[in-house]
Each structure stands twice: as structure tokens, then as C-alpha cells.
């Protein structure tokens, strides 16, 4: 498990379950992101209060003069300040530009690194995302930037999904899963309509590959596969199976522009990319189960 999947305590024992957040960063929030920044400042792991509240005000869009000692105050409010987005912006730019290596020195004052650059990089991140996980922000950070991983048991599903599209001949699903994960992750304004839209597409292109057929509708394809011995999927199964694609027709501002079928939210995205991905790993046991050679993984 890698620190941007790591599960925390309440979440593990189901103590509590406060809902995700996807579009705020929270009072809390930028009280614990301040001790992370006062963390890396006082382990000399960046560049002072000086350059992080410069970037601060950079970010706000103010000009203003203050004294040395009077930085760690004003760093604390210019964050809760902050434009809510800005706060993931200024997250990444701390990453990117404000962080050095740990740095001491010797009696004779000659330096010596403790840390590098990309070792202090990582402890930073691992301090961002426990702070996400502790907040329930749906956002995790890797390699500096942030994105949208979704919950455990749906990022488990896609990981097993996107292996089996591996298979060369899933070549076009896979390129339209790997958009809609794209889609789904991108912080902080993701793109849930172009997530589902895309990840039906990805359930549509790899079942017409497993499936070769002349017919072109997707809906009678579906309900004419038949395992190897002659069973069909049962028609309850077909409904789940069909759901995404029924809904990228009709949810407001998908495919068509549907007015009627609902709104796309956070929760109906992750429900869609979860549902196909099951679902296209089911339809390969039924494909593989007429003797198809299954790919390497």
C-alpha cells in the first residue's frame, strides 16, 4: 500500500463517516495544512516564512508589507483567506518550488545534507495526504500534483480492470478507461460528465473486441453473449450491465445532453467507472470461458 492509498483509522474500523468533500478545503483543513508548513520550516526542509508567504500573497493577489517575525501570523491568515482552489495550487507550488534539502552543520561550519530534495518531497506529500484522509477530502497528492483516486474498494476494481486491459486487442478500451480515470482525478475541477461518457465508451470498445460481431448496437450485443455452455447472462444482470451506457444517454450533460435522466455528481462518476470496470472483468471470464487465450497477467 502506498502513502496516497493508505486507509486511516476510522475509516478501517467504520467509526466514522463523515461525507467526502470535493470542492472546499476546509477551516481544519488549513489550520493542520499551517503545522505541516511550520513543520518544514522549522526542520529547515524549505525556504522560510519569507518565500511561503510571498507565494501566499502572490496566490491572493495582495501586495502588503510586514516584518520578518510577523510572516508565520500572516501566512496562517492569508490561508484561510485563500480562495479554495488556490489552496490546492499553493500545496503544489510548495512542492514544486518552495521545498530544499534538509541541510546542517558541522563545528566548523561546513553543510551536509540530511535530506534530498525528493526524500523531503515525499515526507511533504505524506504529510499532505494524511491531512486529506483525516479531513475526508476526495484529493491525494503524488509526484506534486493532485488528483481524484475515488474511494478504496473503486480504486481496487479499476487497478484489476485496467490490468486485464492490458490485452492488446482492448487496446481502444483501454485509451478510453485511461481518459475517464483522467477525468475523474483531475483536481481540483474534475470532469465527471467526459468520466462517464468515456468509460462507457471503454465498456462499449471491449466488448465489441471480446465479441466480434456485425451487429452494431450495443444493447443486442450484450443480450446476445452466451457463455461456453450456451448460457445467456441472466436479464437481470443485463440491466445492471446496460445502466452506465442507459444513463450516458440520458443524464444531463453527458452524451446527449439529457435533461430528464439527472444530474452527473461525484458519487453517480465513481459509481460509473466502478460498475463498468466490474463489468467489463466479468464479460472477459465469459469471453475466456470459450477457451480464448487470456493475455499474460
Known amino acids: 500500500m502506498t502513502d496516497t492509498d493508505k486507509i486511516l483509522f476510522p475509516s478501517r474500523f467504520g467509526i466514522e463517516n463523515k461525507p467526502l468533500i470535493d470542492s472546499n478545503f476546509p477551516e481544519s483543513a488549513r489550520i493542520a495544512l499551517w503545522f ?74 561546513n553543510p551536509e545534507t540530511v535530506r534530498e530534495l525528493e526524500e523531503v518531497r515525499r515526507d511533504f506529500e505524506r504529510d499532505i495526504n494524511q491531512l486529506l484522509g483525516e479531513e475526508s477530502i476526495v484529493y491525494r497528492m503524488k509526484n506534486g500534483e493532485f488528483y481524484r483516486p475515488g474511494r478504496f474498494h473503486s480504486q481496487k476494481i479499476s487497478s484489476k480492470a485496467y490490468r486485464i486491459l492490458q490485452d492488446p486487442i482492448l487496446n481502444d478500451a483501454r485509451r478510453h478507461f485511461a481518459k475517464a480515470r483522467m477525468f475523474f482525478e483531475k483536481a481540483p475541477e474534475p470532469d465527471f460528465p467526459n468520466a462517464i461518457k468515456e468509460a462507457v465508451s471503454a465498456m462499449e470498445a471491449a466488448t465489441k473486441h471480446l465479441f466480434p460481431t456485425k451487429q452494431k448496437d450495443f444493447e443486442k450485443i450484450i443480450k446476445s453473449i452466451q457463455d461456453a455452455n450456451g448460457e445467456a447472462i441472466p436479464p437481470t444482470i443485463i440491466n445492471g450491465l446496460l445502466s452506465p451506457y442507459r444513463f450516458r444517454g440520458a443524464g444531463h450533460g453527458i452524451a446527449h445532453g439529457g435533461a430528464t435522466g439527472g444530474s452527473v455528481t461525484a458519487a453517480i462518476a465513481e459509481w460509473t467507472l466502478t460498475v463498468v470496470a466490474a463489468s467489463i472483468i466479468y464479460l472477459r471470464d465469459i469471453a475466456q470461458s470459450h477457451d480464448v487465450e487470456p493475455p499474460p497477467f
Open 36 to 109: 505541516v508548513l511550520r513543520r518544514t520550516v522549522e526542520l529547515k526542509r524549505s525556504e522560510g516564512w519569507y518565500r511561503i508567504v510571498e507565494e501566499l500573497l502572490r496566490l491572493h493577489r495582495v501586495k502588503k508589507s510586514y516584518e520578518d517575525d510577523e510572516a508565520p501570523d500572516l501566512s496562517y491568515n492569508i490561508l484561510h483567506q485563500l480562495e479554495w482552489t488556490r489552496v490546492y495550487i499553493f500545496c503544489e507550488r510548495v512542492y514544486e518550488k518552495l521545498l530544499t534539502e534538509e541541510i546542517d552543520y558541522d563545528y566548523n561550519g
